[in-house]
């Protein structure tokens, strides 16, 4: 997807960069059952870049977690990521915040930075859907299973 720049505006990019952690052991069991517990027993390191800047590192959040919270999400509407693993009354881990039409602001708990600009539904849609795209691929990889496995 692509999105027009008018002269004079910057064009905000946006990365969700992971690696899986692969000094975890799961259970062949709970990978053969599907079972939910894979949701926070698959960890791993997750990056937000936003112009080639960290906005946001975890070094050990549940990729499985957050990649179906993404999937899940209907994007006309706000998204917040909380985990299981963390109270929710601190604020969410990640929020995609819609200001008005085309214009979202990203938010988390744990930024580094308080990010000023807006980015645009293709900006976010392309970088949620490449993230799920590469996350799929490492869970096929690396445990035979993915995203939509897990959801009902």
Not at 80 to 102: C, M, Q, S, V, W
Request: aromatic share 12%; glycine share 6%.
């Amino acid at each position: 997807m692509r999105s027009t720049v008018k002269a004079g505006e910057a064009m905000n990019k946006l990365h969700l960069k992971f690696e899986l952690d692969q000094t975890c052991y799961i259970e062949p069991k709970l990978l053969k059952k599907r079972n939910g517990k894979l949701l926070v027993d698959i960890q791993g390191r997750l990056e937000i870049l936003v112009n080639g800047h960290g906005f946001f590192s975890e070094p050990s959040l549940a990729l499985l977690e957050f990649g179906i919270a993404l999937r899940k999400w209907e994007q006309e509407k706000n998204f917040n990521y909380f985990t299981i693993e963390h109270d929710e009354r601190e604020g969410p881990i990640l929020a995609f915040i819609k200001r008005e039409e085309n214009q979202w602001s990203l938010f988390s708990i744990w930024q580094d930075y308080e990010l000023a600009e807006s980015l645009t539904d293709d900006v976010i849609s392309g970088a949620v859907d490449s993230f799920l795209n590469r996350l799929d691929k490492a869970l096929i990889s690396n445990y035979g299973i993915k995203i939509d496995d897990f959801i009902t």
